[in-house]
Structure formats: structure tokens, C-alpha cells
């Protein structure tokens, strides 16, 4: 279980400022975006200020919201690149990333950046990809990372917990955006069954 760490931010003169970051991982349908969410609205409690971001191509939901599975959003900025988070987020405490595998391979330099200057930087996003590989820019973000959160769904075929996002298209394409009728979370023993069965998945 996560232990959020202080929400306070150092604001005194002279006072040393700290900053982080906090990972939150997973395969798809395990509650990402849930989780940055109620984080996110835990700082703005705090009254912090608080920025959230997302890759300008994620418009499954709404393209200014973060909404996740069960419906609860928050409102974000879409962005192309990474380096725009920089200049968008100069007088945050608090900044949020979502959906981080779309991101170029720049977003762990942001995020250590901000993390430089004090800023809590709190990023969501896929660990692996529909073939089982590491996704984007997440491996080094979990390297550089203070904190890391693994969550997982249940596998819809055992009931075991899920760490696969498997597709359940021909399509080869590493970015494809897709709900339930797209994607299935695996454990990894339904996972391999699937993917070493010839002609299926």
C-alpha cells in the first residue's frame, strides 16, 4: 500500500525545497489513472497548486480530461511533447502526468527537472506494452523514481491478478488506443498459454 509522502511544500525563505517522483504502474483496467487522480486531488485539498498533463493523442474519454474507468476525472492540458510540460508547469507544486508511455523518450529528464526544483511530480502509465516489453519512457522513470506503485487488475480469463495488457487484435502497431473491446488484462500464465498457442492472439 502507498504511503503518500508529506503534501507539504517548503515556501519559507530560505528554506530548502524538496521534490520527487512517484510512479504509478501497471497493466491496463488496474486503476492508473484512479490512483493519480485521487492524489491529485489530495494536493489540491492541501491547497497546492496543481497542474495534469496528457499526450495530446489520448482521446479515448474527453481530450481536457483525465476520466478514468470508473468515471472519475479531473481536468488536464494536453500536450505534444514533453519539454511543454517545462513551460507549462513553472508555478506548480504539484504536477501530473498521465498515460506516460505516450510520451518521448524526453520525460524522464522533465520529470527529473522539475523534481530538481522542488516540485512533486506524480506520472501514470503502462509498464509494458500488448507483447510484454517495456513501454516508452516508463523503465527509466521507474529507475529514477523516489516511489513506485504497482497496480494490478484481475485476469479475465483466471481471476488471478493481471500484469499483461493483451490485444485482442491483429494489429501490430505499439500505439493503439483502445478500450475493452481492443485490450484484456492476463496473468502471466494465461498470457504465455495465449501467445505460444499458434493462431491465437
Not at 483496467?29 to 497546492?48: D, H
Not at 492540458?77 to 504539484?94: G, K, R, W, Y
Not at 516489453?133 to 491478478?161: D, W
Not at 500484469?163 to 500505439?175: E, G, M, N
Request: charged fraction near 25%; aromatic fraction near 8%.
Amino acid at each position: 500500500m502507498f504511503v503518500e509522502p508529506n503534501l507539504g511544500i517548503a515556501r519559507k525563505k530560505n528554506q530548502r525545497q524538496f521534490g520527487w517522483i512517484e510512479i504509478i504502474c501497471g497493466a491496463m483496467f488496474s486503476g492508473k489513472t484512479e490512483e493519480l487522480i485521487r492524489r491529485l486531488n489530495r494536493a489540491i485539498i492541501a491547497q497546492l497548486k496543481v497542474e495534469i498533463f496528457k499526450p495530446v493523442i489520448d482521446t479515448r474519454y474527453h481530450s481536457r480530461y483525465l476520466i478514468s474507468h470508473k468515471d472519475t476525472q479531473i481536468r488536464s492540458t494536453p500536450v505534444q511533447f514533453a519539454n511543454d510540460i517545462l513551460l507549462l508547469s513553472e508555478e506548480s507544486d504539484v504536477i501530473g502526468i498521465d498515460e506516460a508511455q505516450f510520451f518521448d523518450s524526453n520525460l524522464a529528464e522533465v520529470a527529473n527537472h522539475l523534481a530538481d526544483r522542488g516540485k512533486r511530480v506524480i506520472i501514470a502509465g503502462l509498464d509494458m506494452d500488448f507483447k510484454g516489453n517495456p513501454f516508452g519512457p516508463m523503465p527509466k522513470l521507474m529507475a529514477i523514481a523516489e516511489f513506485v506503485t504497482k497496480v494490478h487488475p484481475i485476469c479475465i480469463r483466471c481471476g488471478q491478478i493481471a500484469s499483461y495488457s493483451h490485444r485482442l487484435t491483429t494489429a501490430d502497431a505499439t500505439i493503439l488506443l483502445g478500450e475493452k473491446e481492443t485490450y484484456e488484462p492476463l496473468c502471466r500464465s494465461c498470457f504465455n498459454e495465449i501467445n505460444e498457442s499458434p493462431g491465437i492472439g
